[in-house]
């Protein structure tokens, strides 16, 4: 079962890596992710995507509530709940006033926030681009409704000015890095750490600390 070897795959990164382990794996049941959980995992990925009202233009898969749920099992769990959404799907911004406020009311510990790159041949692709404009202001009010969240930056840096260095002097807490989540690369590690660093953030984790103590 395919479950079962990603549990077995979290519970040997648990042990032998000294890593925070998140896991993305869609819609569990509260036994699934108690099982995650006992395995080492700490965060579960779930995005909401978009508001409750914008939802049903995006997907019609499943429903906003669906994800609703899954996210409410996971902090009755006590894990760690990563949501956000994309912004420039054709949302207002009431929509995406919704979406920071639905986040709040659920205690989303993690809101990566993802700009639409509209590529071609894809059922988006005639919206127009969102503006760097947007997506500052769209990080700074999801702060203010989410003080206590960690907001990062996703898909989209590609549209900020030096990958994004403005984004965190508007309430951006972190960074998904490199080059596999992104649909088209910019960042890099490197160039993160060095663009961070000269925001005057520590991004050297623990145990790398730890290493060179020794």
Request: with cysteine; glycine share 6%; aromatic share 8%.
């Given at each position: ?34 099982h ?78 993802i700009?639409?790159?509209p ?15 947007e ?80």
């Amino acid at each position: 079962m395919e479950f079962d070897k990603a549990v077995h795959i979290f519970e040997t990164m648990h042990r032998e890596c000294q890593i925070d382990l998140c896991a993305s794996m869609g819609f569990l049941d509260e036994e699934q992710l108690h099982h995650l959980h006992e395995a080492g995992v700490t965060s579960y990925h779930h995005n909401i995507e978009t508001s409750k009202r914008n939802f049903p233009n995006i997907c019609t898969t499943h429903t906003y509530e669906q994800k609703v749920e899954t996210l409410k099992k996971v902090k009755a769990e006590g894990m760690r709940a990563c949501s956000g959404g994309i912004i420039g799907m054709g949302e207002t911004w009431e929509d995406r006033l919704d979406m920071a406020i639905s986040l709040a009311e659920l205690g989303i510990d993690s809101i990566p926030i993802i700009a639409l790159m509209p590529i071609q041949g894809t059922p988006l692709e005639h919206l127009p681009q969102v503006t760097e404009k947007e997506i500052l202001r769209t990080i700074a009010f999801f702060r203010y409704i989410n003080p206590l969240a960690d907001i990062r930056l996703a898909a989209g840096r590609a549209l900020l000015t030096n990958d994004g260095e403005l984004a965190f002097w508007s309430g951006a807490y972190a960074t998904i890095t490199g080059n596999m989540l992104t649909t088209a690369a910019c960042a890099t590690i490197r160039s993160d750490r060095r663009m961070l660093q000269g925001l005057n953030r520590e991004v050297t984790p623990d145990y790398w600390r730890q290493k060179e103590d020794e």
